[in-house]
């Protein structure tokens, strides 16, 4: 995907398909303690293990078995519960290796290759998950990327409704043949601090595309905000009834809902004879939903020709509000839920064939300029030899579900995981009480249209994760938001403005935190910045100074104090390594207000370790503000070329204090 959020649609749409076959899987328990493993998956060969800690290592196996483990002369033994459940605490070697580790009860087991460094924990969203292969110059990094003593583990994606112990996934060498699917953020991340500390590193990247911090989050430290109190009880409604475990709320509203769903009306074979024409884009009039909510199905014919060229195909439907599901001879090949996303999905090898194919696509609008967005030259379908077959036009339409009142809509339309608690439960408790030095956090484009709640939930989550690891108040560091769509020209509130300040907060409050400010870089057009290199090293300088005791910079200005003068405002920085610095030569995007509230662009000017901001427009100036949107034209750095973060004076209400989904 080549367009903003595509990656994320990606990945969304393969995480559902995956989780059709997982969710059955999931509804017999007494079949799933057998298949216990007697070594969890987040132990094997190449694995990296925390240096100077007692490490866990935990299985199943027959109760009363007596497992041990060895590793370099030392050892130690556990015996297996009533539960299966095993678990030996054992001390290691110093840094280094390579080692094998052994395992032996009632089976055997060897891990080899295995050394003791440093683990670090990487989760969030679409940004962390990137591999180095989509960053800038990835092809180029890829084939440098040979670093034996860096190993990354990445945890397959999956939702849960509850508690689950078996993660997915294997423990890989960075190397150019392997380091295309590490995250390039964690990447540049582990190069940094094994260049300065010369230590094995271990990458455990867990993190999902598009997901909200509370998807990470688990039940019982959400339910002490009291903020997800209606989603919680729906997620506890959906576990009893042993509903599939899709991790999002529109599937099940399909499940419940969808005639077409439910009477297969993407089967090439249906009888459409009695559905309406209809035109698409458009459709919606024809059916009787021109401005209300309503899920609508539209099928049509098109012709290819014998033999279908060779070479991906692709289908390209523009944007669409708010969700559409494409089904094609029968099978699904794309569904997204991002509105800004024009569609473009890839059909798998075997779905097309000649002569005649039937496409299906099932449209959920809830605007009342809903459905297709695009433009009629925009929606087509592109064969491998680069014909293209036009897609707009006529079609046959059917009305599904005729969503207004009393018909409820689902709690929300994200057709990948953002149900609180389910990638907790997922993807984070099966590797815990894993030994790990600290973690590493870049998320909250999910979370933006509540930046100011994010405050909450972020400080709540780490407190979590904490818990669950049980080994103290182990560092945490946050990636503060890059900058993101195209840059306003006069002074406005912000969402993304708010979720970065929620994230210094958080940084500046949490004990054993650090912020990576990131403000410099990103992209206008695309959530995904390919500059992965300033956010995973930013990150190693955070853990440079702050964990490994080494005395280099790691911040960028940071505001000290206020002083409001007569016609101005001094600001006074802290973190100013080498004197504060105009990037380009001149300050921008300071802000300063009155009693009014009314903000106007200021004339700011840096005099020593303070920067002095006035308008003639603000006689009486009150507060200021820098680069608080989402794409600021932010100019001001320390000496050490690192970027102050975007920040406020003043505590006025924002445009997502008073936003609750729910």
């Known amino acids: 995907m080549i367009h903003r959020y595509g990656l994320i649609v990606v990945i969304a749409v393969a995480f559902l398909l995956a989780q059709q076959g997982t969710a059955l899987a999931q509804s017999a328990p007494e079949v799933a303690v057998k298949r216990l493993p007697f070594v969890s998956p987040i132990f094997g060969d190449n694995m990296v293990l925390q240096r100077g800690k007692m490490n866990t290592i935990w299985g199943w196996s027959e109760p009363g078995d007596r497992v041990r483990v060895e590793i370099a002369g030392k050892g130690a033994s556990g015996v297996a519960g009533a539960d299966r459940r095993w678990q030996v605490k054992i001390r290691l070697p110093g840094a280094g290796g390579p080692y094998t580790l052994k395992i032996k ?10 050394l003791v460094g440093d683990v670090w924990l990487c989760g969030g969203q679409s940004n962390m998950q990137v591999g180095l292969n989509a960053a800038r110059n990835g092809e180029e990094e890829v084939k440098a990327a040979n670093y034996p003593e860096i190993r990354y583990f990445s945890v397959a994606p999956r939702a849960a409704y509850h508690h689950t112990d078996i993660p997915e996934g294997i423990w890989t060498v960075v190397s150019p043949e392997t380091a295309d699917r590490v995250s390039a953020v964690a990447y540049y991340f582990a190069r940094k601090v094994q260049h300065e500390i010369h230590i094995p590193i271990g990458l455990v990247v867990d993190a999902l595309g598009g997901t909200p911090a509370e998807a990470w989050t688990s039940a019982e430290a959400l339910g002490a905000l009291k ?6 009880a729906e997620l506890a409604r959906l576990a009893a009834a042993g509903a599939p475990e899709y991790g999002n709320y529109v599937m099940h509203w399909y499940d419940r809902y969808d005639l077409g769903l439910k009477r297969n009306w993407a089967a090439p074979d249906l009888d459409d004879s009695t559905w309406k024409a209809v035109a698409i884009p458009g459709g919606f009039s024809e059916l009787g939903v021109p401005d209300t909510p309503a899920l609508v199905w539209f099928r049509r014919d098109i012709v290819l020709p014998d033999p279908v060229p060779e070479g991906h195909a692709l289908v390209f439907l523009g944007s669409i509000e708010r969700m559409d599901t494409v089904y094609i001879n029968g099978k699904q090949v794309g569904a997204s839920a991002w509105v800004e996303n024009p569609r473009v999905y890839v059909i798998p090898d075997g779905v097309l064939k000649p002569g005649g194919n039937v496409v299906a696509i099932r449209v959920l609008k809830t605007q009342p300029q809903g459905g ?3 433009k009629a030259e925009e929606l087509h379908l592109l064969l491998g030899d680069k014909t293209s077959i036009p897609l707009a036009g006529r079609w046959k339409g059917q009305l ?9 809509l689902p709690i929300a339309n994200e057709n990948w995981p953002v149900m609180p608690t389910v990638l907790y439960e997922g993807m984070l408790a099966p590797i815990a009480p894993l030994s790990i030095t600290g973690a590493l956090w870049y998320q909250g484009e999910q979370n933006s249209e509540r930046g100011f709640q994010y405050r909450r939930i972020l400080p709540v989550m780490i407190a979590d994760w904490r818990r669950l690891f049980g080994q103290g108040d182990f560092p945490f560091y946050i990636v503060s938001l890059p900058a993101f769509r195209q840059r306003s020209e ?5 969402t993304w403005a708010e979720t970065r300040e929620s994230q210094a907060l958080t940084a500046a409050r949490v004990r054993n935190s650090c912020l990576a400010v990131t403000i410099d870089t990103g992209d206008p057009d695309n959530i995904h910045p390919k500059d992965k290199l300033p956010v995973g090293e930013r990150l190693a300088f955070c853990a440079l100074a702050r964990h490994y005791g080494k005395k280099a910079p790691y911040s960028g200005p940071t505001l000290a104090s206020v002083k409001r003068l007569p016609d101005s405002i001094r600001l006074c920085f802290g973190h100013t390594d080498g004197g504060l610095v105009a990037k380009g030569g001149t300050l921008g995007e300071f802000e300063i207000a009155g009693a009014d509230h009314k903000w106007y662009w200021a004339d700011a000017h840096i005099k020593g370790k303070t920067v002095v901001v006035s308008s003639p427009s603000v006689p009486n100036p009150k507060e200021v503000r820098y680069a608080w949107q989402s794409n600021p034209m932010a100019t001001l750095f320390n000496g050490a070329g690192l970027p102050a973060a975007p920040f406020r004076t003043d505590t006025w209400t924002g445009m997502t204090e008073a936003h609750r989904p729910y």
């Open 105 to 114: 009860g009632l089976q055997t087991v060897e891990l080899h290759n295995v």
């Open 227 to 232: 903020d997800f109190d209606i989603p919680l």
């Open 372 to 374: 297709f967005l695009g």
């Open 400 to 408: 599904s579900v005729d969503c207004r009142p009393p018909q409820p």
């Open 490 to 494: 006069t002074p406005a509130d912000d």
